[in-house]
C-alpha cells in the first residue's frame, strides 16, 4: 500500500470512529442547541404560550447522548457543591447547603429537599465529576463584576446538570442564592422530575393507562408497580401495596374528573370540598363510616404553568376519618377544555416513619405525564416540565 492510500484509509477509520461518537450520522446539528432560551437568571416560570411553543421546539432538537459520555452516578434529589476554600468558610456555601437542604413541603416530618455534598475544587476529580447534579460556586472579585447563574448539561456524564453561580464576592453571592432560592430549588427539582419522566415512558403500567384512556379519553404514564386498580364514577384508583424493610408502603395514583364552572373551581376551599367529596366516595376506611380526607389546615394551593397551560398544583396531607392512618399527597388539576370538565391527578403514599421524599416525587412525576383529550388529537404534548429559565452556557 502507498503512502496516499494508507492516508485515505486511516482518513475514512477516522470520519467513521467520530460518526459513531456522535451517535449519529451527522443529520440534525442543530441538535447541540441548549433547552431552554437565554434569559437572566432567576425571571421565573414560563408561563406564556409563546414560550411554551419555544421551548416544545427546542425539545425536539435536546442533545443525543454521545458513544463516550458515561452514564452520571448518585441517587435522585442528590446535588454535589464543588468550591474554592474561601467559600466554604465565608458563609457562602452554607447560605446555599440552607436553600437545598429546607424541608419538602406537604410532608409531615421534616425531610430536606436534597442530599447536598460539599467538597473543595481540588478535589473535584473524575469520580465526582459523574455526579447528575453539580453547584460550582464561583467568588472571584477579579473576573466578575455582577451575579449570574448560568448551566450546562451533560457536560461530564449524562443525564446530568451543572448550575455554575458566579459573584464578585461573598456577601453579593448571599444575597443572590437567597434572592433565587425558589429559582434554584426548582431548577433542580424539575430536572428530577423530568428524569422520572422519561423511565416512566420506557414502561408505563398498561391497565391504568387503558383505564384511563377508556373513562377519561386520556393518556397517563404510571409506574409499573400499580397494579391493583378500583374503578368508580368518573374515577380511576390505582396502588401497590408491599413491605419495605419490614415497614408497610402503599403507593397511590388517583385520577378523577368533574365539570368546570369558571375560575372560582380553583380555590382551595373548592377543592377540599370536591376532593373529599370523592374520597369518602370512592377510598373507604377498613370500618363503616370511615373514609379519607384532607388534614386541615395543612393545604399549600399554586397556580403553575404546566405544557404551556394553566395547573392548579396542590400539597397537602391526607388522614382517614376515625382512624390512625395518613400521609402526604400531591394533586395536579388542569381544565380539559375540549370537554369542560376539570382532571384531577393525585398521587398519594402511606409509609409510616420513613422517608417519603423519592417515594412521593416518583409518583407525582406521574402526574405531569397526564395527556388530556385535545393533547391527543392534536399531538401536540410535551410530557416533560418546562424547566427554570436559567441563561445555559455558550
Not at 441538535?31 to 421546539?57: C, L
Not at 387503558?210 to 391493583?228: N, Q, T
Amino acid at each position: 500500500m502507498n503512502r496516499n492510500s494508507f492516508f485515505k484509509v486511516c482518513t475514512m477509520l477516522l470520519a467513521l470512529l467520530l460518526v459513531m461518537a456522535c451517535g449519529g450520522s451527522g443529520k440534525n446539528t442543530s441538535d447541540a442547541a441548549p433547552e431552554t432560551s437565554a434569559q437572566q437568571a432567576g425571571t421565573g416560570k414560563t408561563s406564556s404560550k409563546a414560550a411554551a411553543k419555544q421551548k416544545k421546539k427546542a425539545a425536539k432538537v435536546k442533545k443525543k447522548k454521545s458513544l463516550l459520555t458515561p452514564a452520571s452516578a448518585g441517587a435522585p434529589y442528590e446535588i454535589l457543591v464543588v468550591s474554592g476554600d474561601d467559600a466554604m468558610h465565608n458563609g457562602s456555601v452554607d447560605t446555599l447547603y440552607s436553600i437545598l437542604t429546607d424541608d419538602v413541603p406537604g410532608i409531615a416530618q421534616s425531610e430536606p429537599q436534597f442530599k447536598v455534598v460539599r467538597i473543595n475544587v481540588k478535589d473535584f476529580s473524575s469520580t465526582f465529576r459523574l455526579c447528575r447534579n453539580i453547584i460550582k460556586v464561583n467568588i472571584d472579585p477579579g473576573r466578575y463584576s455582577s451575579c449570574k447563574m448560568k448551566y450546562s448539561r451533560d457536560q461530564y456524564a449524562e443525564p446530568q446538570l451543572v448550575l455554575t453561580i458566579q459573584a464578585p464576592s461573598a456577601f453579593k453571592f448571599i444575597e443572590f442564592v437567597k434572592d433565587n432560592a425558589d429559582e434554584i430549588v426548582e431548577f433542580f427539582n424539575r430536572a428530577e422530575l423530568n428524569r422520572q419522566c422519561d423511565l416512566l415512558k420506557e414502561n408505563p403500567q398498561p391497565r391504568i393507562q387503558e383505564e384511563v384512556k377508556k373513562r377519561f379519553g386520556c393518556d397517563i404514564w404510571a409506574p409499573i408497580e400499580l397494579d391493583r386498580i378500583k374503578i368508580g364514577r368518573n374515577f380511576v384508583w390505582a396502588r401497590s401495596e408491599r413491605f419495605v424493610r419490614n415497614v408497610e408502603q402503599k403507593l397511590n395514583l388517583v385520577v378523577y374528573s368533574y365539570p368546570y364552572r369558571d375560575v372560582r373551581t380553583f380555590t382551595q376551599d373548592y377543592f377540599v370540598r370536591k376532593r373529599d367529596s370523592v374520597m369518602k366516595a370512592n377510598i373507604p376506611g377498613p370500618r363503616e363510616g370511615q373514609y379519607m380526607m384532607t388534614t386541615m389546615p395543612f393545604v399549600f394551593v399554586s397556580d403553575e404553568t404546566v405544557h404551556g397551560e394553566y395547573a392548579q398544583v396542590v400539597r397537602g396531607l391526607w388522614n382517614v376519618k376515625g382512624y390512625d392512618m395518613g400521609g402526604p399527597f400531591v394533586s395536579v388539576s388542569r381544565v380539559d377544555e375540549k370537554y369542560q370538565r376539570v382532571i384531577v391527578a393525585e398521587a398519594f403514599v402511606y409509609y409510616p416513619n420513613q422517608a417519603k421524599r423519592n417515594v412521593l416525587k416518583r409518583l407525582e412525576a406521574a402526574l405531569y405525564t397526564l395527556r388530556l383529550p385535545d393533547e391527543l388529537d392534536e399531538e401536540r404534548y410535551r410530557y416533560d416540565l418546562d424547566e427554570i429559565t436559567i441563561e445555559p452556557e455558550d
